[in-house]
């Protein structure tokens, strides 16, 4: 799957996103060194792999995620394993740090970055560790990664699932997809914020349209609402809470379905609309608060994805980007949306390395140009 | 049987007369405004209308079939929304001694009592700047009012309805919107009042077509922000909304419906979306402890949104080029919350502002796809979420403009939310 390359970009490997919340690293270790390429390899670049793949956690919060990485790959002629590291934006400066105190920049190689980050802190990368990015944009680094790791799994571990029974909590379960074929495609990056592209061929995609309410709006709204600091203890408590009781429901405002227009009285008829009760406000949990948020962003992105895919006349939704996370309830909510509103029109499908392709498409770039 | 308004209590039915969707009477007369500036030297209709319309309107003995079946006096339309219940009531001016000689007392004291009246209990309201004077419906002439109280207060209003024995006047009392079915028993119960269900949407839509056709030759019903990017320069335009079809109409109230409309009796809901005006509320109430939609704008109209949302520019360090996205769009709402620092320096206008510029922003963007998926160009937004809500018209004039790079047209009506209970009062007066 990888195309042998006549020349090598000299290590370290690495592809970079920059996201609005998340920085995406994806680093390539060879496992395939021979003594020589071993002696004669300077010491920054040791010390930088071994620091990689010795540890799973760097820093308060950078953290490398085992579960997703890729052995004994073949990329450019050469063979090793893809790590899959994150940190937040935030502490950036901390990462240039460590570039600079490892003397990253001796290296001379070239530092493939994409997301809005690349653009924004271009100057901090050259001022702070002498590093000259190469910029990407991010939606091509999308498109490219995802189709490049759908094709680099096809024989391993599925890479692409959907639910089965999404509407079912006791026989909901999670199946492999082979997205053989993959072309048209609608692909929703829930980041920060969400863009949906419609792909209709390797080179071909573009960008139906966006919404800002993405996975930033839930988290920076339960902070608000709930005084949680962090996403995982956002959907900790989003687990535990009930959102109709937050939710105005077509039932409380009808007394049960609205059957003219094929809304039944379960559908959420206004978002948070009880709370505009004192009464109701003071009987919620942070919890409901917290699982109403959740349920809301999620629905509004079924939503608009929904009404994308019908217009673009596209069947198949692929849903990545890092608010899908650890977050089994959204995915659960987007893939029984699709499935309710469309009746069985439309497929959700999700795929295991969920944030990390533009990352991966950054990487794809430096190996081989396009 | 004492006279309630119904004329010719004794005549029969004329059969061949067809029942149609359109106002059968075909003398509805534009009404005027009342206090409003703009009317002080426009004249009702041209002179030649007036007279034709007098011409036949001779008091108590026309022969026209329209009397056959007009429903007794008090005519009401109800719409019982998920927040408020919108009432519009028509308060006849032509009444003669003998009429009024022969009137019931509750009728007569419920017209006193609503139209002396521009406050009821605690929270009903009369919108007196909406009101619709001189209008001729059914043949008779009357001020047309527009009420409104909490949903949450109609208990209320049915303890009143009982102790005027409305009941007793056995009209129909129309009504539209999902609390005509939710408290049909309480109606029933507490008032001893049946109700004619009607459809939300089928009451907006005729509501909207009805308003627009009568206010056509008086000050506009319909109206448009021109330079809604330049606020310096925005300004309020009136628009003649001739040809109407096709319409996209997005009614915001608690939640949202989009509906096409191709032509009086055809139309459908495209979509909708469950963040409206009464997450806009919910919300705000929760993040600044404000407990009133009034309070929550005020709060809104002096805070920044942009401290509290992440922007294009706080991703990119500018514009996102490649696919058109301006520094200042919004690439995350609320996206700057996450940051302890950054909650801690905003303040509760500030996320009042957020929740509005969130919710608004959002009803355009999945408007504009609605639209564009239509191929329709006019867009209505009605719905009481706009109700003394400039910010959020600005908004979405300057949204659907700026990213449909001026294809699209967003058009605004003045009676706002009461076009559903306008709809159930037509259906009362020419049942479809």
Not at 155 to 183: A, I, M, R
Request: charge should be negative.
């Amino acid at each position: 799957t990888s195309v042998q390359c006549d020349w090598c970009v000299a290590f370290p490997w690495f592809g970079m996103d920059i996201g609005g919340t998340l920085v995406k690293l994806v680093y390539f270790e060879p496992k395939d060194i021979t003594a020589e390429e071993e002696q004669e390899e300077v010491e920054n670049l040791k010390s930088i792999r071994r620091y990689l793949t010795s540890n799973i956690a760097y820093g308060t919060t950078g953290i490398r995620d085992v579960h997703l990485e890729l052995q004994d790959l073949t990329l450019c002629g050469r063979k090793g394993n893809l790590h899959f590291i994150r940190f937040p934006t935030h502490d950036l400066p901390v990462f240039l740090q460590m570039g600079r105190n490892k003397h990253f920049s001796s290296l001379h190689t070239t530092l493939c970055a994409t997301g809005g980050g690349a653009y924004k802190f271009e100057n901090d990368f050259r001022t702070m560790a002498d590093l000259q990015l190469h910029k990407l944009d991010e939606l091509d680094c999308l498109v490219r990664g995802v189709l490049y790791i759908d094709s680099v799994m096809s024989s391993g571990p599925s890479e692409c699932y959907y639910f089965e029974n999404p509407t079912d909590p006791d026989h909901c379960v999670q199946k492999p997809y082979l997205l053989e074929n993959p072309y048209p495609l609608l692909l929703v990056n829930i980041g920060s914020g969400v863009s949906i592209l419609a792909v209709y061929s390797e080179n071909n995609y573009k960008r139906v349209t966006g919404t800002s309410l993405g996975g930033g709006t839930f988290l920076g709204l339960c902070c608000l609402l709930t005084g949680c600091s962090t996403f995982e203890e956002a959907l900790e408590m989003a687990s535990e809470g009930e959102s109709t009781r937050v939710d105005k429901l077509v039932r409380d405002i009808y007394g049960g379905d609205y059957e003219r227009f094929g809304l039944p009285g379960w559908a959420v008829a206004s978002s948070f609309g009880n709370m505009m009760s004192k009464e109701k406000r003071e009987s919620v949990s942070k919890e409901d608060l917290a699982r109403a948020t959740l349920v809301t962003i999620t629905n509004n992105i079924g939503s608009i994805t929904r009404m994308c895919a019908l217009n673009e006349n596209i069947e198949r939704v692929v849903f990545v980007g890092n608010f899908l996370r650890v977050n089994t309830l959204s995915m659960k909510l987007l893939a029984y949306a699709m499935d309710y509103w469309s009746k069985g029109q439309l497929k959700a499908l999700f795929l295991r390395h969920e944030g990390y392709f533009g990352a991966v498409g950054a990487l794809l770039e430096l190996l081989h140009p396009s």
